[in-house]
C-alpha cells in the first residue's frame, strides 16, 4: 500500500523551531522531501529542530547524512524525544561527530524545549502542537487499519 503525504510524519513550525513528530515507522520518500524542502526554505530562521520520535521512526543512511549536512551548514541543534535506545544511540553518535543533538524521555520535554530555546510562555503551545500533529498521524494509523 502507498502511504499518502502525512502517513508517516508531521512537521509545523513554531516560533523558529521546527517541530517534526514521527509515526511508529521510518519516515517515506514523499514526507522526507515535504520536510526537507520546507526545511530548507526556513534554514536562516531555524533556531533548532524538535524531533519527537517513536522506536521505529528511524532514518536510513542518507536521511541521517541529510541531516548531518544541515547541520553542520546552519549550526543549529536537534533535541530527538523518544523512548528508544536506538534513537538515543543514533542520537549520541552524532554529537559525538560534533553537532549539537541531544536525546530526551518524553517525561523531560521542558528540558529539552531549553535546548531548542523555547521560551517558558511558549512551552504550553508547544507541547499543544505536538499533541494536535500526533493526534493526527494516529488517526491516519487507525483509519488505514
Known amino acids: 500500500m502507498d502511504l499518502a ?3 508517516s510524519l508531521r512537521f509545523d513550525m513554531v516560533d523558529q523551531v ?6 511508529n515507522m521510518p519516515p517515506s520518500e514523499r514526507d522526507w522531501a515535504r520536510l526537507i524542502t520546507v526545511r530548507d526554505a526556513n534554514r ?3 533556531r533548532a529542530t ?3 520520535a517513536p522506536p521505529r521512526a528511524k532514518l536510513d543512511a542518507s536521511q541521517r547524512s541529510d541531516v548531518a549536512t544541515f547541520m553542520r551548514s546552519t549550526g543549529g541543534g536537534i533535541a530527538v524525544i523518544t523512548d528508544s535506545a536506538l534513537v538515543r544511540g543514533v542520537a549520541l553518535a552524532l554529537s559525538l561527530l560534533g553537532l549539537k543533538v541531544r536525546a530526551y524521555a518524553p517525561r523531560e520535554i521542558t528540558v529539552a524545549l531549553d535546548f531548542c ?3 517558558a ?3 504550553d503551545d508547544m507541547c499543544r502542537r505536538i499533541e494536535a500533529l500526533q493526534a ?3 488517526g491516519m494509523t ?3 487499519a
Open 18 to 23: 521546527l517541530l517534526v513528530v514521527h509515526a
Open 142 to 144: 487507525k483509519g488505514a
Open 121 to 123: 510562555s511558549r512551552r
Open 136 to 138: 493526527q498521524l494516529s
Open 50 to 52: 524538535l524531533v519527537v
Open 44 to 46: 536562516h530562521r531555524l
Open 5 to 7: 503525504p502525512g502517513d
Open 117 to 119: 530555546g523555547v521560551l
